[in-house]
Protein backbone atom coordinates (compact mmCIF):
# COMPACT_ATOMS: atom_id res chain seq x y z
CA UNK A 1 0.00 0.00 0.00
CA UNK A 2 2.69 2.60 1.41
CA UNK A 3 4.75 1.64 -2.18
CA UNK A 4 1.50 2.35 -4.50
CA UNK A 5 0.65 5.68 -2.93
CA UNK A 6 4.88 6.40 -3.19
CA UNK A 7 4.64 5.77 -6.71
CA UNK A 8 1.26 7.90 -6.75
CA UNK A 9 2.42 11.25 -5.32
CA UNK A 10 5.61 10.48 -7.57
CA UNK A 11 3.72 10.56 -10.73
CA UNK A 12 1.21 13.24 -9.92
CA UNK A 13 3.64 15.64 -8.55
CA UNK A 14 4.97 16.12 -12.19
CA UNK A 15 1.97 16.40 -14.24
CA UNK A 16 2.41 19.93 -14.75
CA UNK A 17 5.75 20.01 -16.73
CA UNK A 18 6.16 22.06 -19.74
CA UNK A 19 2.59 23.12 -19.84
CA UNK A 20 1.51 24.79 -21.56
CA UNK A 21 3.81 25.15 -24.27
CA UNK A 22 4.35 21.61 -24.91
CA UNK A 23 2.60 18.95 -25.00
CA UNK A 24 3.10 15.04 -25.11
CA UNK A 25 3.50 13.04 -28.13
CA UNK A 26 0.15 11.46 -29.81
CA UNK A 27 -2.21 13.55 -26.65
CA UNK A 28 -4.17 15.25 -29.42
CA UNK A 29 -5.08 11.43 -30.75
CA UNK A 30 -6.86 11.61 -26.76
CA UNK A 31 -7.66 15.14 -26.99
CA UNK A 32 -10.10 14.66 -29.98
CA UNK A 33 -11.82 11.87 -28.12
CA UNK A 34 -11.87 14.35 -24.95
CA UNK A 35 -13.43 17.22 -27.28
CA UNK A 36 -15.53 14.74 -29.10
CA UNK A 37 -17.20 13.16 -26.33
CA UNK A 38 -17.81 16.50 -25.15
CA UNK A 39 -20.05 17.35 -27.82
CA UNK A 40 -21.81 14.30 -27.92
CA UNK A 41 -24.13 12.67 -25.50
CA UNK A 42 -22.71 9.39 -23.64
CA UNK A 43 -23.14 6.23 -25.80
CA UNK A 44 -24.77 4.53 -22.80
CA UNK A 45 -27.07 7.26 -22.01
CA UNK A 46 -28.12 8.35 -25.78
CA UNK A 47 -27.44 6.43 -28.93
CA UNK A 48 -27.01 9.55 -31.47
CA UNK A 49 -23.31 9.57 -31.58
CA UNK A 50 -21.58 10.93 -34.42
CA UNK A 51 -19.87 8.24 -35.86
CA UNK A 52 -18.05 10.20 -38.38
CA UNK A 53 -16.11 12.12 -34.85
CA UNK A 54 -15.62 8.71 -33.61
CA UNK A 55 -14.32 7.04 -36.59
CA UNK A 56 -11.93 10.38 -36.91
CA UNK A 57 -10.48 9.00 -33.10
CA UNK A 58 -10.24 5.79 -33.47
CA UNK A 59 -6.70 5.51 -33.02
CA UNK A 60 -6.92 4.66 -29.37
CA UNK A 61 -9.80 2.71 -27.74
CA UNK A 62 -12.22 5.04 -26.27
CA UNK A 63 -11.86 4.46 -22.37
CA UNK A 64 -9.31 7.00 -21.22
CA UNK A 65 -10.93 9.75 -23.19
CA UNK A 66 -14.13 8.45 -21.47
CA UNK A 67 -12.91 8.73 -17.93
CA UNK A 68 -11.39 12.11 -18.45
CA UNK A 69 -14.50 13.40 -19.70
CA UNK A 70 -16.37 12.00 -17.10
CA UNK A 71 -14.10 14.23 -14.67
CA UNK A 72 -14.49 17.26 -16.40
CA UNK A 73 -17.06 17.14 -18.75
CA UNK A 74 -16.75 21.39 -20.17
CA UNK A 75 -14.22 22.32 -21.96
CA UNK A 76 -11.89 24.96 -20.16
CA UNK A 77 -12.82 28.60 -20.60
CA UNK A 78 -10.23 31.74 -20.79
CA UNK A 79 -9.81 33.76 -17.56
CA UNK A 80 -11.17 37.33 -18.00
CA UNK A 81 -10.38 39.96 -15.93
CA UNK A 82 -7.88 42.83 -15.80
CA UNK A 83 -6.38 41.10 -12.54
CA UNK A 84 -5.86 38.15 -13.98
CA UNK A 85 -2.20 36.82 -14.23
CA UNK A 86 -0.30 35.44 -17.30
CA UNK A 87 0.06 32.30 -14.77
CA UNK A 88 -3.57 32.60 -14.49
CA UNK A 89 -3.98 31.98 -18.47
CA UNK A 90 -1.62 29.10 -18.57
CA UNK A 91 -3.24 26.85 -16.09
CA UNK A 92 -6.07 27.30 -17.97
CA UNK A 93 -4.50 26.87 -21.68
CA UNK A 94 -2.82 23.53 -19.98
CA UNK A 95 -5.85 22.16 -18.12
CA UNK A 96 -6.69 19.47 -20.94
CA UNK A 97 -3.09 18.07 -20.93
CA UNK A 98 -2.76 18.38 -17.33
CA UNK A 99 -6.41 16.52 -16.66
CA UNK A 100 -5.36 13.75 -19.27
CA UNK A 101 -1.59 13.23 -17.47
CA UNK A 102 -3.56 12.67 -13.82
CA UNK A 103 -6.11 10.59 -15.02
CA UNK A 104 -2.99 8.11 -16.35
CA UNK A 105 -0.92 8.62 -13.53
CA UNK A 106 -3.85 7.65 -11.37
CA UNK A 107 -5.11 4.66 -13.51
CA UNK A 108 -1.25 3.21 -14.32
CA UNK A 109 -0.02 2.72 -10.88
CA UNK A 110 -2.63 -0.27 -10.62
CA UNK A 111 0.73 -2.05 -12.08
CA UNK A 112 2.20 -1.64 -8.77
CA UNK A 113 -0.02 -3.57 -6.21
CA UNK A 114 -0.97 -5.86 -9.55
CA UNK A 115 2.74 -6.96 -10.01
CA UNK A 116 2.57 -8.17 -6.55
CA UNK A 117 0.16 -9.92 -7.09
CA UNK A 118 1.58 -11.60 -9.94
CA UNK A 119 4.68 -12.32 -8.08
CA UNK A 120 2.76 -13.77 -5.29
CA UNK A 121 1.87 -16.51 -7.13
CA UNK A 122 5.51 -17.44 -7.60
CA UNK A 123 7.54 -16.15 -4.44
CA UNK A 124 6.57 -15.12 -0.55
CA UNK A 125 5.92 -11.70 -0.16
CA UNK A 126 8.78 -10.04 0.81
CA UNK A 127 10.60 -11.32 -2.68
CA UNK A 128 6.72 -10.11 -3.96
CA UNK A 129 7.28 -6.53 -2.89
CA UNK A 130 10.42 -6.61 -4.92
CA UNK A 131 8.82 -7.43 -8.03
CA UNK A 132 6.50 -4.71 -7.22
CA UNK A 133 9.29 -2.41 -6.15
CA UNK A 134 11.02 -2.83 -9.81
CA UNK A 135 7.79 -1.90 -11.92
CA UNK A 136 6.99 0.91 -9.27
CA UNK A 137 10.55 2.50 -9.99
CA UNK A 138 10.41 1.26 -13.59
CA UNK A 139 11.81 4.02 -15.35
CA UNK A 140 9.84 3.18 -18.64
CA UNK A 141 6.87 2.91 -16.76
CA UNK A 142 7.65 6.42 -14.65
CA UNK A 143 8.44 8.37 -18.37
CA UNK A 144 5.69 6.82 -19.78
CA UNK A 145 2.40 7.29 -17.07
CA UNK A 146 3.08 11.13 -16.36
CA UNK A 147 2.18 11.33 -20.31
CA UNK A 148 -1.41 11.92 -22.13
CA UNK A 149 -1.20 8.59 -23.58
CA UNK A 150 -2.80 5.25 -22.65
CA UNK A 151 0.17 2.91 -23.10
CA UNK A 152 0.94 2.74 -19.12
CA UNK A 153 -2.78 2.78 -18.42
CA UNK A 154 -3.17 -0.16 -20.16
CA UNK A 155 0.02 -1.59 -18.73
CA UNK A 156 -1.69 -1.60 -15.65
CA UNK A 157 -4.98 -3.01 -16.65
CA UNK A 158 -3.14 -5.97 -18.26
CA UNK A 159 -1.13 -6.63 -15.15
CA UNK A 160 -4.03 -6.64 -13.11
CA UNK A 161 -6.15 -9.13 -15.68
CA UNK A 162 -3.16 -11.45 -15.86
CA UNK A 163 -2.95 -11.64 -11.94
CA UNK A 164 -6.60 -11.84 -11.95
CA UNK A 165 -6.12 -14.94 -14.38
CA UNK A 166 -4.17 -16.77 -12.10
CA UNK A 167 -6.59 -16.56 -9.30
CA UNK A 168 -8.92 -17.72 -12.20
CA UNK A 169 -6.52 -20.85 -13.22
CA UNK A 170 -5.82 -21.26 -8.98
CA UNK A 171 -10.10 -21.09 -7.39
CA UNK A 172 -12.37 -21.16 -10.41
CA UNK A 173 -14.68 -18.92 -7.78
CA UNK A 174 -17.47 -16.71 -9.28
CA UNK A 175 -15.11 -14.02 -8.03
CA UNK A 176 -12.23 -14.71 -9.81
CA UNK A 177 -14.78 -15.09 -13.07
CA UNK A 178 -15.75 -11.35 -12.72
CA UNK A 179 -12.19 -10.22 -11.49
CA UNK A 180 -10.41 -11.44 -14.82
CA UNK A 181 -13.34 -10.59 -16.95
CA UNK A 182 -13.33 -6.92 -15.25
CA UNK A 183 -9.76 -6.43 -15.70
CA UNK A 184 -9.66 -8.12 -19.42
CA UNK A 185 -12.17 -5.40 -20.41
CA UNK A 186 -10.89 -2.49 -18.84
CA UNK A 187 -7.42 -3.10 -20.83
CA UNK A 188 -9.00 -3.91 -24.09
CA UNK A 189 -10.92 -1.23 -23.77
CA UNK A 190 -7.58 0.96 -23.05
CA UNK A 191 -5.57 0.03 -26.04
CA UNK A 192 -5.32 -2.45 -28.22
CA UNK A 193 -2.19 -4.86 -27.33
CA UNK A 194 -4.19 -6.08 -24.33
CA UNK A 195 -6.03 -8.53 -26.63
CA UNK A 196 -3.67 -11.42 -25.59
CA UNK A 197 -4.40 -11.11 -22.73
CA UNK A 198 -7.53 -13.27 -24.19
CA UNK A 199 -5.37 -16.13 -24.78
CA UNK A 200 -3.96 -15.98 -21.32
CA UNK A 201 -7.94 -16.09 -20.15
CA UNK A 202 -8.26 -19.00 -22.40
CA UNK A 203 -5.45 -20.89 -20.54
CA UNK A 204 -6.50 -19.93 -17.33
CA UNK A 205 -9.87 -21.62 -17.99
CA UNK A 206 -8.42 -25.21 -19.25
CA UNK A 207 -5.66 -25.39 -16.44
CA UNK A 208 -8.43 -24.16 -13.66
CA UNK A 209 -8.26 -26.48 -10.64
CA UNK A 210 -10.61 -29.23 -9.94
CA UNK A 211 -13.17 -27.88 -12.31
CA UNK A 212 -16.73 -29.77 -13.03
CA UNK A 213 -17.50 -28.04 -16.45
CA UNK A 214 -14.57 -26.63 -18.18
CA UNK A 215 -16.51 -24.80 -21.63
CA UNK A 216 -20.36 -25.58 -19.94
CA UNK A 217 -19.94 -24.12 -17.19
CA UNK A 218 -22.34 -20.76 -16.96
CA UNK A 219 -19.79 -18.52 -14.87
CA UNK A 220 -17.99 -18.12 -18.46
CA UNK A 221 -20.56 -15.74 -19.78
CA UNK A 222 -19.46 -13.27 -16.86
CA UNK A 223 -16.08 -12.59 -18.43
CA UNK A 224 -16.91 -12.96 -22.22
CA UNK A 225 -20.17 -10.41 -21.69
CA UNK A 226 -18.02 -7.76 -20.12
CA UNK A 227 -15.54 -7.90 -23.05
CA UNK A 228 -18.81 -7.81 -25.31
CA UNK A 229 -19.58 -4.39 -23.49
CA UNK A 230 -15.97 -2.92 -23.22
CA UNK A 231 -16.11 -3.37 -27.64
CA UNK A 232 -19.29 -2.00 -27.82
CA UNK A 233 -18.69 1.26 -24.80
CA UNK A 234 -14.66 2.02 -26.09
CA UNK A 235 -14.35 0.57 -29.80
CA UNK A 236 -17.46 1.81 -31.18
CA UNK A 237 -15.36 2.60 -34.55
CA UNK A 238 -15.52 -1.33 -35.14
CA UNK A 239 -18.89 -0.62 -36.34
CA UNK A 240 -18.22 2.41 -38.64
CA UNK A 241 -16.62 0.35 -40.95
CA UNK A 242 -16.36 -2.95 -42.45
CA UNK A 243 -13.37 -5.27 -40.64
CA UNK A 244 -11.88 -6.64 -43.56
CA UNK A 245 -8.49 -6.99 -45.25
CA UNK A 246 -7.32 -4.21 -47.88
CA UNK A 247 -6.25 -5.36 -50.90
CA UNK A 248 -2.96 -4.23 -52.67
CA UNK A 249 -3.50 -2.78 -56.37
CA UNK A 250 -3.42 -5.28 -58.87
CA UNK A 251 -2.74 -8.12 -56.18
CA UNK A 252 -5.48 -10.64 -54.96
CA UNK A 253 -3.07 -10.96 -51.96
CA UNK A 254 -4.55 -9.02 -48.82
CA UNK A 255 -2.03 -6.25 -47.88
CA UNK A 256 -3.01 -5.22 -44.63
CA UNK A 257 -5.74 -5.22 -41.86
CA UNK A 258 -7.74 -2.49 -41.36
CA UNK A 259 -9.89 -1.29 -38.63
CA UNK A 260 -11.34 1.75 -38.77
CA UNK A 261 -7.93 4.36 -39.61
CA UNK A 262 -5.87 1.43 -37.93
CA UNK A 263 -3.86 -0.28 -40.57
CA UNK A 264 -1.97 -2.92 -40.06
CA UNK A 265 0.39 -3.93 -43.31
CA UNK A 266 1.22 -6.95 -43.42
CA UNK A 267 4.85 -6.01 -45.08
CA UNK A 268 6.05 -4.70 -41.71
CA UNK A 269 6.67 -7.62 -40.11
CA UNK A 270 10.48 -7.98 -41.33
CA UNK A 271 11.94 -8.70 -37.65
CA UNK A 272 13.19 -5.16 -37.14
CA UNK A 273 10.93 -4.88 -33.84
CA UNK A 274 13.57 -7.21 -32.07
CA UNK A 275 16.24 -4.80 -32.20
CA UNK A 276 13.71 -2.06 -30.66
CA UNK A 277 12.76 -4.48 -27.97
CA UNK A 278 16.46 -4.94 -26.74
CA UNK A 279 17.69 -1.68 -26.78
CA UNK A 280 14.85 -0.46 -25.31
CA UNK A 281 15.33 -3.08 -22.09
CA UNK A 282 18.93 -1.87 -22.40
CA UNK A 283 18.23 1.78 -22.15
CA UNK A 284 15.53 1.62 -19.62
CA UNK A 285 15.49 -1.84 -17.40
CA UNK A 286 19.14 -3.18 -18.03
CA UNK A 287 19.13 -4.64 -14.45
CA UNK A 288 15.30 -6.13 -14.82
CA UNK A 289 16.32 -7.29 -18.04
CA UNK A 290 19.43 -8.91 -17.57
CA UNK A 291 18.19 -11.07 -14.14
CA UNK A 292 14.81 -11.78 -16.20
CA UNK A 293 16.86 -13.41 -18.82
CA UNK A 294 18.66 -15.53 -15.79
CA UNK A 295 15.48 -16.28 -14.69
CA UNK A 296 14.41 -17.77 -17.78
CA UNK A 297 17.14 -20.24 -18.18
CA UNK A 298 17.18 -21.65 -14.66
CA UNK A 299 13.23 -21.89 -15.34
CA UNK A 300 14.25 -23.63 -18.34
CA UNK A 301 16.72 -26.08 -16.75
CA UNK A 302 14.75 -26.81 -14.03
CA UNK A 303 12.17 -27.80 -16.74
CA UNK A 304 14.44 -30.00 -18.53
CA UNK A 305 14.69 -31.63 -15.34
CA UNK A 306 11.67 -31.45 -14.12
CA UNK A 307 12.07 -30.41 -11.04
CA UNK A 308 9.26 -27.75 -11.33
CA UNK A 309 5.88 -27.61 -9.47
CA UNK A 310 3.52 -28.47 -11.44
CA UNK A 311 1.09 -25.95 -9.79
CA UNK A 312 3.44 -22.91 -10.39
CA UNK A 313 4.19 -24.39 -13.93
CA UNK A 314 0.37 -24.17 -14.75
CA UNK A 315 1.01 -20.21 -13.59
CA UNK A 316 3.82 -19.97 -15.65
CA UNK A 317 1.83 -21.61 -18.81
CA UNK A 318 -1.39 -18.95 -18.19
CA UNK A 319 1.27 -15.97 -17.99
CA UNK A 320 3.39 -17.38 -21.40
CA UNK A 321 0.15 -17.53 -23.06
CA UNK A 322 -0.06 -13.77 -23.43
CA UNK A 323 3.67 -12.81 -22.62
CA UNK A 324 4.91 -15.13 -25.73
CA UNK A 325 2.73 -14.30 -28.61
CA UNK A 326 2.63 -10.84 -27.30
CA UNK A 327 7.00 -10.28 -27.71
CA UNK A 328 6.89 -12.67 -30.76
CA UNK A 329 4.84 -9.63 -32.36
CA UNK A 330 7.09 -6.37 -30.90
CA UNK A 331 9.90 -8.49 -32.38
CA UNK A 332 8.51 -9.26 -35.99
CA UNK A 333 6.51 -5.65 -36.14
CA UNK A 334 9.40 -3.42 -38.25
CA UNK A 335 7.03 -0.26 -36.28
CA UNK A 336 7.25 -1.56 -32.47
CA UNK A 337 8.07 1.39 -30.58
CA UNK A 338 9.68 1.60 -26.47
CA UNK A 339 6.24 2.27 -25.30
CA UNK A 340 4.71 -1.04 -26.52
CA UNK A 341 7.11 -2.92 -24.44
CA UNK A 342 5.48 -1.55 -20.93
CA UNK A 343 2.78 -4.43 -20.17
CA UNK A 344 6.09 -6.96 -20.34
CA UNK A 345 7.69 -4.86 -17.31
CA UNK A 346 5.72 -6.16 -14.42
CA UNK A 347 6.81 -9.81 -16.10
CA UNK A 348 10.16 -9.22 -15.77
CA UNK A 349 10.02 -8.35 -12.41
CA UNK A 350 8.65 -11.04 -11.49
CA UNK A 351 11.35 -13.07 -13.08
CA UNK A 352 13.71 -11.09 -11.29
CA UNK A 353 12.37 -11.46 -7.98
CA UNK A 354 12.04 -15.33 -8.62
CA UNK A 355 15.38 -16.10 -9.63
CA UNK A 356 16.71 -14.06 -6.33
CA UNK A 357 14.54 -16.18 -4.12
CA UNK A 358 15.73 -19.17 -5.80
CA UNK A 359 19.11 -18.30 -5.62
CA UNK A 360 18.63 -17.31 -1.63
CA UNK A 361 17.34 -21.13 -0.90
CA UNK A 362 21.01 -21.82 -0.36
CA UNK A 363 23.50 -21.60 1.90
CA UNK A 364 24.29 -19.21 4.03
CA UNK A 365 26.58 -16.84 1.36
CA UNK A 366 24.06 -17.58 -1.49
CA UNK A 367 21.31 -15.99 0.67
CA UNK A 368 23.34 -13.09 1.60
CA UNK A 369 24.34 -12.16 -2.24
CA UNK A 370 20.78 -12.83 -2.93
CA UNK A 371 19.85 -10.39 -0.45
CA UNK A 372 22.53 -7.99 -1.74
CA UNK A 373 21.86 -8.00 -5.42
CA UNK A 374 18.26 -7.74 -4.79
CA UNK A 375 19.26 -4.57 -2.85
CA UNK A 376 21.15 -3.23 -5.95
CA UNK A 377 18.37 -4.61 -8.77
CA UNK A 378 15.88 -2.26 -6.65
CA UNK A 379 17.88 0.60 -5.74
CA UNK A 380 19.60 1.03 -9.32
CA UNK A 381 15.85 2.27 -11.28
CA UNK A 382 14.97 3.98 -7.70
CA UNK A 383 17.54 6.56 -8.10
CA UNK A 384 17.26 6.84 -11.87
CA UNK A 385 13.81 7.08 -11.58
CA UNK A 386 13.61 9.93 -8.81
CA UNK A 387 16.59 11.66 -10.88
CA UNK A 388 13.83 11.82 -13.83
CA UNK A 389 11.14 12.79 -11.27
CA UNK A 390 13.58 15.68 -10.10
CA UNK A 391 14.60 17.15 -13.54
CA UNK A 392 10.73 17.21 -14.78
CA UNK A 393 10.35 19.31 -11.52
CA UNK A 394 12.51 21.84 -12.77
CA UNK A 395 12.35 24.10 -15.62
CA UNK A 396 12.65 22.79 -18.73
CA UNK A 397 15.05 24.48 -21.40
CA UNK A 398 11.85 26.45 -22.82
CA UNK A 399 11.10 27.99 -19.47
CA UNK A 400 14.84 29.33 -18.59
CA UNK A 401 14.47 31.01 -22.34
CA UNK A 402 11.14 32.55 -21.25
CA UNK A 403 12.69 33.60 -17.84
CA UNK A 404 15.99 35.12 -19.88
CA UNK A 405 14.00 37.16 -22.07
CA UNK A 406 11.93 38.42 -19.24
CA UNK A 407 15.47 39.09 -17.56
CA UNK A 408 17.30 41.02 -20.14
CA UNK A 409 14.96 42.08 -22.64
CA UNK A 410 11.70 43.27 -20.50
CA UNK A 411 11.67 46.50 -21.54
CA UNK A 412 13.09 46.88 -24.91
CA UNK A 413 9.85 45.03 -26.63
CA UNK A 414 12.00 43.08 -28.83
CA UNK A 415 10.72 41.09 -32.13
CA UNK A 416 11.57 37.33 -31.14
CA UNK A 417 11.78 34.71 -33.99
CA UNK A 418 11.10 30.72 -32.89
CA UNK A 419 11.86 27.77 -34.59
CA UNK A 420 8.16 26.01 -35.16
CA UNK A 421 8.68 23.55 -33.44
CA UNK A 422 9.68 25.45 -30.24
CA UNK A 423 7.09 27.80 -27.98
CA UNK A 424 7.72 30.00 -24.74
CA UNK A 425 5.59 30.64 -21.98
CA UNK A 426 5.29 34.16 -22.95
CA UNK A 427 1.81 35.76 -24.01
CA UNK A 428 1.92 36.95 -27.78
CA UNK A 429 0.95 39.60 -29.90
CA UNK A 430 -1.99 39.35 -31.99
CA UNK A 431 0.30 39.54 -34.87
CA UNK A 432 2.08 36.92 -33.67
CA UNK A 433 -1.39 34.70 -33.34
CA UNK A 434 -3.41 35.45 -36.77
CA UNK A 435 -3.02 36.10 -40.41
CA UNK A 436 -3.42 39.76 -41.80
CA UNK A 437 -6.83 38.48 -42.72
CA UNK A 438 -7.86 37.33 -39.52
CA UNK A 439 -7.20 34.09 -39.78
CA UNK A 440 -5.68 31.68 -37.21
CA UNK A 441 -1.57 30.92 -38.13
CA UNK A 442 -0.95 27.59 -39.25
CA UNK A 443 2.35 27.01 -37.43
CA UNK A 444 1.55 27.68 -34.04
CA UNK A 445 1.16 24.13 -32.67
CA UNK A 446 1.47 24.49 -28.77
CA UNK A 447 -1.61 24.13 -26.18
CA UNK A 448 -0.58 28.00 -25.61
CA UNK A 449 -0.83 29.13 -28.43
CA UNK A 450 -4.27 27.26 -29.42
CA UNK A 451 -5.92 28.37 -26.21
CA UNK A 452 -4.62 32.02 -27.78
CA UNK A 453 -5.44 31.54 -30.72
CA UNK A 454 -9.29 29.99 -29.54
CA UNK A 455 -9.86 32.52 -26.98
CA UNK A 456 -8.48 35.16 -28.13
CA UNK A 457 -4.94 36.97 -26.94
CA UNK A 458 -4.26 37.25 -23.85
CA UNK A 459 -5.26 40.88 -22.69
CA UNK A 460 -2.62 43.04 -21.81
CA UNK A 461 -2.42 44.71 -18.66
CA UNK A 462 -0.35 45.74 -15.74
CA UNK A 463 0.14 41.95 -15.41
CA UNK A 464 -0.08 40.70 -18.33
CA UNK A 465 2.77 41.95 -20.85
CA UNK A 466 2.75 41.43 -24.54
CA UNK A 467 6.02 39.60 -26.12
CA UNK A 468 5.99 39.99 -29.86
CA UNK A 469 6.79 36.26 -31.02
CA UNK A 470 6.73 34.79 -34.45
CA UNK A 471 7.33 31.20 -35.76
CA UNK A 472 9.83 31.38 -38.17
CA UNK A 473 10.81 27.89 -40.93
CA UNK A 474 6.80 27.18 -40.96
CA UNK A 475 6.54 24.03 -43.21
CA UNK A 476 3.39 26.15 -44.72
CA UNK A 477 4.41 29.39 -44.74
CA UNK A 478 8.36 29.43 -46.63
CA UNK A 479 9.56 27.35 -48.90
CA UNK A 480 12.55 25.79 -47.83
CA UNK A 481 14.67 26.10 -50.91
CA UNK A 482 14.09 30.04 -50.73
CA UNK A 483 15.05 30.13 -47.66
CA UNK A 484 18.24 27.54 -47.94
CA UNK A 485 18.98 30.12 -50.88
CA UNK A 486 18.37 33.71 -49.09
CA UNK A 487 18.79 33.66 -45.22
CA UNK A 488 19.58 36.78 -44.67
CA UNK A 489 16.97 38.27 -47.01
CA UNK A 490 14.44 35.88 -44.98
CA UNK A 491 15.81 37.21 -41.61
CA UNK A 492 15.31 40.98 -42.90
CA UNK A 493 11.70 40.23 -44.04
CA UNK A 494 11.05 39.36 -40.39
CA UNK A 495 12.74 42.48 -38.59
CA UNK A 496 13.52 40.55 -35.58
CA UNK A 497 15.78 41.95 -32.81
CA UNK A 498 16.32 37.98 -31.45
CA UNK A 499 15.74 34.65 -32.73
CA UNK A 500 16.09 31.21 -30.22
CA UNK A 501 16.87 27.94 -32.37
CA UNK A 502 17.76 24.51 -31.37
CA UNK A 503 21.34 24.58 -31.03
CA UNK A 504 23.30 22.07 -33.55
CA UNK A 505 23.68 18.87 -30.92
CA UNK A 506 19.80 18.91 -31.71
CA UNK A 507 18.16 16.56 -34.46
CA UNK A 508 15.28 16.41 -36.85
CA UNK A 509 15.01 20.14 -36.62
CA UNK A 510 14.40 20.80 -40.28
CA UNK A 511 17.14 21.50 -43.19
CA UNK A 512 16.59 25.13 -42.88
CA UNK A 513 18.59 25.41 -39.55
CA UNK A 514 22.25 24.51 -41.03
CA UNK A 515 22.33 27.52 -42.99
CA UNK A 516 20.12 30.20 -41.04
CA UNK A 517 22.72 29.07 -37.95
CA UNK A 518 26.18 30.13 -40.27
CA UNK A 519 24.52 33.73 -41.21
CA UNK A 520 23.75 33.89 -37.77
CA UNK A 521 27.24 33.01 -36.32
CA UNK A 522 28.52 35.92 -38.80
CA UNK A 523 25.68 38.87 -38.42
CA UNK A 524 24.51 38.10 -34.77
CA UNK A 525 25.72 37.88 -31.16
CA UNK A 526 25.14 34.39 -29.53
CA UNK A 527 23.74 35.98 -26.25
CA UNK A 528 22.57 32.97 -24.24
CA UNK A 529 23.33 28.65 -24.97
CA UNK A 530 20.52 26.91 -22.53
CA UNK A 531 21.82 24.70 -20.37
CA UNK A 532 25.03 27.58 -20.03
CA UNK A 533 27.80 24.85 -20.08
CA UNK A 534 28.49 22.63 -22.98
CA UNK A 535 29.64 19.91 -20.61
CA UNK A 536 25.69 19.87 -19.12
CA UNK A 537 23.08 17.93 -21.18
CA UNK A 538 19.86 17.94 -22.10
CA UNK A 539 17.48 15.17 -23.29
CA UNK A 540 16.82 14.93 -26.79
CA UNK A 541 12.98 16.65 -27.13
CA UNK A 542 10.61 17.51 -25.24
CA UNK A 543 10.81 13.98 -23.05
CA UNK A 544 13.88 12.58 -23.80
CA UNK A 545 12.08 8.98 -23.88
CA UNK A 546 13.24 8.35 -27.60
CA UNK A 547 17.05 9.41 -26.26
CA UNK A 548 19.66 6.50 -27.17
CA UNK A 549 20.96 5.12 -23.68
CA UNK A 550 17.96 6.63 -21.60
CA UNK A 551 19.61 5.96 -18.52
CA UNK A 552 22.81 7.60 -19.51
CA UNK A 553 20.97 11.08 -20.44
CA UNK A 554 19.07 11.04 -16.69
CA UNK A 555 21.94 10.66 -14.80
CA UNK A 556 23.85 13.58 -16.76
CA UNK A 557 21.15 15.87 -17.75
CA UNK A 558 20.63 19.38 -16.02
CA UNK A 559 17.59 19.95 -17.79
CA UNK A 560 14.67 18.57 -20.05
CA UNK A 561 14.06 19.92 -23.53
CA UNK A 562 16.22 21.14 -26.36
CA UNK A 563 19.20 22.67 -25.98
CA UNK A 564 18.71 26.06 -27.21
CA UNK A 565 20.52 28.96 -28.23
CA UNK A 566 19.47 32.69 -28.70
CA UNK A 567 20.94 35.12 -31.15
CA UNK A 568 20.87 38.54 -30.72
CA UNK A 569 20.48 40.30 -34.23
CA UNK A 570 23.38 42.45 -34.66
CA UNK A 571 23.67 43.83 -38.49
CA UNK A 572 21.47 42.75 -41.20
CA UNK A 573 23.09 43.88 -44.86
Given amino acids: MALTLFALVTRLWTCDFALPHCKDSDSHLVATQLSTFRDTPLFLREGNLDWDALHASGIYPHLLGRVAHLVSPDAPRSIDGPTAFA ?172 LANQQLWFSDFHGRGARVVFLTLRSFEPLTALFALLAAGVWILRAARKQLDSQRAKDCAVLCCYAVPYLAFLCAFDKSMQRFVLPLVPLLACMAAWVLHAFSKGKELQRR ?105 GPQRTPVAEILSDPAAYIRSWNLDYIVLPSPAESSVGPALSPMRDYLVSHADLVASIPESDHQESLLGSWGMDSPQFVKYVMAASAIGPRLEIFRIRTVP
Avoid at 221 to 241: E, H, I, M, Q, R
Avoid at 372 to 381: G, I, M, R, S, Y
Avoid at 450 to 460: D, F, I
Wanted: net charge positive.
Fill in 87 to 258: YDHQLAAGSDERLMRQVVAILSVGIVPGTFALARSFVPAWWALLAAALSAFSLLDVGFSVTARPHAVAASFVTLALAACLKLRQRGTTAAFLAAGAWTALAIGTLQNAVPVLFAGLAAVLLRERPTRRFTDPRLLLPVALVCLSLLCFWPFLWTVPWKPAQAPGSEVPASLQ
Fill in 369 to 473: LAIAAAVLVAAFPAYVSSRWIYLRCQPDTLTTAAFWFRTHAYSSNPRIGLHFALDLPLPRTPEGLFEADGSARHDVYSPWGAYQQMCGPVAESSFVRHWQIFTLF
